[in-house]
């Protein structure tokens, strides 16, 4: 409830301060405008904050479990010709590599720039998509291109 009320009090509260520096600028110097002026945003920012930082308390802690299931559909979020099980695959084999920058490489690879934020969300997450079993995330790549040969020489 708070986190739903939390723009609506900052909006008010900015209305209030736009309010004020009207009535201010009819009624008061312009240097004793620009002093309350700074003054009334501080006190919004300053409003503003307290509010986050109680709906960030009063929020349940998000837990997201990381299965198969979870990373495929993920991978389904990517813009790529690769398709989601492959990807997946690619996001797993990078999680089984143990130097850091060769995890990053292969998420690059494997993603690249359309899939930045799926990047950045497989990253936190890279020891506990390690524990994936790999045949949880679908067909592979070699059964996928039997398939085709399969279809292509019947």
Do not use: H
């Amino acid at each position: 409830a708070i986190a739903r009320r939390t723009p609506t009090l900052f909006y008010t509260i900015m209305e209030q301060s736009l309010l004020t520096l009207q009535k201010e600028r009819n009624s008061v110097a312009p240097w004793q405008v620009q002093v309350r002026s700074v003054t009334s945003l501080v006190a919004a920012t300053s409003a503003l904050a307290q509010a986050l930082r109680q709906a960030a308390a009063a929020a349940p802690p998000t837990s997201t479990t990381v299965n198969a299931e979870w990373l495929l559909n993920l991978c389904q979020t990517v813009p790529t010709e690769m398709g989601a099980p492959q990807l997946a695959r690619a996001i797993w084999s990078a999680a089984q590599q143990t130097e850091e920058a060769q995890q990053q490489a292969m998420l690059f690879d494997a993603l690249g720039e359309s899939g930045m934020d799926v990047l950045l969300t497989v990253a936190e997450k890279l020891s506990e998509i390690r524990t994936i079993s790999e045949s949880d995330l679908g067909e592979s790549s070699s059964s996928l291109g039997q398939t085709t040969t399969t279809i292509m020489d019947a």
